[in-house]
Protein backbone atom coordinates (compact mmCIF):
# COMPACT_ATOMS: atom_id res chain seq x y z
CA UNK A 1 0.00 0.00 0.00
CA UNK A 2 1.33 3.28 -0.75
CA UNK A 3 1.18 6.16 1.73
CA UNK A 4 1.01 9.86 1.37
CA UNK A 5 4.54 10.28 1.85
CA UNK A 6 5.80 8.24 -0.92
CA UNK A 7 3.54 9.82 -2.99
CA UNK A 8 3.31 13.53 -2.03
CA UNK A 9 5.69 14.55 -4.92
CA UNK A 10 4.01 13.28 -7.41
CA UNK A 11 0.26 14.58 -5.94
CA UNK A 12 1.48 18.11 -5.68
CA UNK A 13 2.71 18.03 -8.86
CA UNK A 14 -0.45 16.97 -10.43
CA UNK A 15 -2.68 19.42 -8.30
CA UNK A 16 -0.39 22.02 -9.41
CA UNK A 17 -0.28 21.06 -13.28
CA UNK A 18 -3.99 20.95 -13.27
CA UNK A 19 -5.17 24.44 -11.55
CA UNK A 20 -6.61 22.74 -8.40
CA UNK A 21 -6.72 25.07 -5.70
CA UNK A 22 -8.14 22.85 -3.07
CA UNK A 23 -8.49 18.86 -2.70
CA UNK A 24 -9.49 16.48 0.25
CA UNK A 25 -7.98 13.64 0.44
CA UNK A 26 -7.97 10.59 2.42
CA UNK A 27 -6.01 7.71 4.12
CA UNK A 28 -2.98 10.24 4.53
CA UNK A 29 -1.04 7.31 7.37
CA UNK A 30 0.41 10.10 8.93
CA UNK A 31 0.40 10.48 12.88
CA UNK A 32 -1.23 13.18 14.87
CA UNK A 33 -2.73 16.53 13.15
CA UNK A 34 -0.93 19.85 11.48
CA UNK A 35 -0.03 21.48 8.62
CA UNK A 36 3.01 21.25 5.83
CA UNK A 37 3.79 22.97 2.84
CA UNK A 38 4.95 20.71 -0.11
CA UNK A 39 6.11 22.01 -3.26
CA UNK A 40 8.60 24.51 -5.60
CA UNK A 41 8.01 28.15 -5.63
CA UNK A 42 4.71 28.90 -6.96
CA UNK A 43 4.03 25.39 -6.93
CA UNK A 44 3.47 24.89 -3.55
CA UNK A 45 0.36 23.63 -1.83
CA UNK A 46 -0.46 23.39 2.50
CA UNK A 47 -1.81 20.07 3.61
CA UNK A 48 -3.88 20.71 6.59
CA UNK A 49 -4.19 17.15 8.34
CA UNK A 50 -5.75 15.27 11.59
CA UNK A 51 -5.53 11.48 12.18
CA UNK A 52 -7.32 9.89 15.17
CA UNK A 53 -5.55 6.66 16.99
CA UNK A 54 -7.71 4.28 14.54
CA UNK A 55 -5.90 2.98 11.84
CA UNK A 56 -8.18 4.34 9.09
CA UNK A 57 -9.82 7.21 9.11
CA UNK A 58 -7.31 9.80 8.91
CA UNK A 59 -7.85 12.79 6.41
CA UNK A 60 -6.18 16.16 4.73
CA UNK A 61 -6.70 19.16 2.82
CA UNK A 62 -4.30 20.35 0.49
CA UNK A 63 -4.38 24.10 -0.18
CA UNK A 64 -2.84 26.13 -3.07
CA UNK A 65 -0.12 28.32 -1.38
CA UNK A 66 -1.78 31.61 -3.08
CA UNK A 67 -5.03 30.94 -1.25
CA UNK A 68 -3.11 29.38 2.83
CA UNK A 69 -3.17 32.79 4.31
CA UNK A 70 -7.44 32.74 3.80
CA UNK A 71 -7.48 29.55 5.92
CA UNK A 72 -8.87 30.87 9.31
CA UNK A 73 -9.69 27.28 10.67
CA UNK A 74 -9.04 23.44 10.59
CA UNK A 75 -11.90 21.01 13.02
CA UNK A 76 -12.05 17.57 13.41
CA UNK A 77 -15.98 16.91 13.75
CA UNK A 78 -15.67 13.16 14.31
CA UNK A 79 -12.67 10.33 13.80
CA UNK A 80 -13.89 10.41 10.03
CA UNK A 81 -14.50 14.24 9.24
CA UNK A 82 -12.23 17.47 8.74
CA UNK A 83 -13.55 20.86 8.46
CA UNK A 84 -11.08 23.77 6.91
CA UNK A 85 -12.86 26.93 6.85
CA UNK A 86 -11.51 29.92 4.31
CA UNK A 87 -12.04 33.66 4.53
CA UNK A 88 -12.78 34.80 0.92
CA UNK A 89 -13.82 38.12 0.70
CA UNK A 90 -16.80 38.58 2.37
CA UNK A 91 -17.58 34.75 1.92
CA UNK A 92 -16.69 31.73 4.33
CA UNK A 93 -15.90 29.14 2.12
CA UNK A 94 -16.26 25.53 4.58
CA UNK A 95 -14.47 22.86 2.90
CA UNK A 96 -15.69 19.22 4.02
CA UNK A 97 -13.58 15.77 3.82
CA UNK A 98 -15.39 12.99 5.05
CA UNK A 99 -13.96 9.13 5.07
CA UNK A 100 -17.16 7.07 4.88
CA UNK A 101 -16.70 3.18 5.02
CA UNK A 102 -16.11 1.76 1.87
CA UNK A 103 -18.43 -1.03 0.10
CA UNK A 104 -16.39 -4.26 1.96
CA UNK A 105 -17.28 -2.72 5.32
CA UNK A 106 -19.92 -4.49 7.34
CA UNK A 107 -23.17 -3.22 7.07
CA UNK A 108 -23.22 -2.24 11.14
CA UNK A 109 -20.39 0.27 10.33
CA UNK A 110 -21.78 2.00 7.56
CA UNK A 111 -24.93 2.46 9.12
CA UNK A 112 -23.52 3.41 12.63
CA UNK A 113 -21.53 6.27 10.27
CA UNK A 114 -24.67 7.24 8.58
CA UNK A 115 -26.71 7.57 11.40
Known amino acids: MDSL??????LVETLADRKIDVACIQETQWRGS??????TIGKRYKLFWMRTNVTTGDTG???AEKWEDS??????H??????????????LLNVL?????H???PYEEKERFWN
Do not use: D, Q, W
Open 103 to 105: SRK
Open 78 to 91: SEKVLLLKMGLGNC
Open 34 to 39: GFRLFG
Open 5 to 10: TSRVGE
Open 71 to 76: VVRVER
Open 97 to 101: TVYAP
Open 61 to 63: IFV
